[in-house]
């Protein structure tokens, strides 16, 4: 009949308006800003920048290799790379973002730049309330408005966070044993060898006396 889907929406409409009086399960609008939903933890927004210990900027993951940068469709990342280096999550010295932006009104939340980074460096956020009337002041985040602990990470997606905690303890293991690999070949290496090495190494003789001469 023409118009029937018409007529089941408005019923489905008129049923839940009346069920939400009855039950209040039934209610399908919350009183935000008061009321907030739970997030699904795949929720995603827009990125941050990882940092591990207490110091936002010597904890930063990121290594300025500038992946992220090259694979975002819209070009929103903006990095420098450090002239220095320091230590990465294995010890291994590395590159930082001397400077580092995103551009949040840009940006379309693709999260190509968290697939691509071999760091666990960045990640997507769940913060969504950032409307403002300044959109060069406000939505032009800088490193230090970007970097967040691993803690907010494994907070807001605990399933990734695991996983991504994983790994790294993974690089950071596998490093250290071949650190300790590496020593013990060096301090073998550094040892003199031994003249016999086994029993059926030549023996020396002992020192013939003077010959026994008739008297
Ligand atoms: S989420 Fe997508 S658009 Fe946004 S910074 Fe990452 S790669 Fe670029
Ligand atoms: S966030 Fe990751 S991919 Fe981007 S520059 Fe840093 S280490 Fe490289």
């Known amino acids: 009949m023409l118009g029937s889907g018409i007529l089941k929406g408005l019923a489905e409409t008129a049923k839940n308006f009346v069920g939400s009086?009855?039950?209040?399960?039934?209610?399908?609008?919350?009183?935000?800003?008061?009321?907030r939903?739970?997030?699904?933890?795949?929720?995603?927004?827009?990125?941050?920048l990882?940092?591990?210990?207490?110091?936002?900027?010597?904890?930063?993951?990121?290594?300025?290799?500038?992946?992220?940068?090259?694979?975002?469709?819209?070009?929103?990342?903006?990095?420098?790379k450090s002239k220095d280096k320091k230590p990465d999550?294995?010890?291994?010295?590395?590159?930082?973002?001397?400077?580092f932006d995103i551009d949040l009104s840009v940006c379309m939340s693709c999260q190509i730049c968290v697939e691509v980074c071999p760091f666990e460096a960045i990640k997507m956020d769940t913060e969504f309330e950032l409307s403002t009337s300044d959109r060069f002041g406000q939505l032009?985040?800088?490193?230090?408005?970007?970097?967040?602990?691993?803690?907010h990470f494994q907070e807001i997606h605990p399933t990734d966070a695991a996983v991504s905690d994983a790994a790294l303890a993974a690089d950071k293991a596998k490093a250290e044993a071949k650190a300790a690999?590496?020593?013990k070949?060096?301090?073998?290496?550094?040892?003199?060898?031994?003249?016999?090495s086994s029993p059926e190494a030549v023996t020396i003789p002992p020192a013939l006396g003077p010959p026994n001469l008739p008297m």
């Not at 939903?37 to 929720?43: G, K, V």
């Not at 999550?89 to 400077?99: E, L, M, N, R």
Request: hydrophobic residues 35%; charged residues 25%; proline residues 9%.
């Open 21 to 35: 009086y009855i039950d209040e399960s039934g209610l399908t609008t919350i009183e935000y800003p008061d009321e």
């Open 37 to 48: 939903q739970t997030l699904a933890e795949n929720t995603r927004q827009f990125p941050f």
């Open 50 to 80: 990882v940092f591990d210990g207490d110091d936002a900027m010597k904890g930063l993951r990121c290594v300025s290799c500038q992946i992220c940068e090259k694979e975002c469709p819209p070009q929103c990342i903006f990095i420098v």
């Open 89 to 99: 999550h294995v010890g291994k010295p590395q590159f930082y973002p001397a400077t």
């Open 140 to 151: 032009l985040l800088h490193k230090g408005q970007l970097a967040k602990p691993n803690s």
């Open 181 to 183: 690999a590496d020593a």
């Open 185 to 196: 070949a060096k301090a073998e290496a550094g040892i003199p060898r031994p003249l016999a």
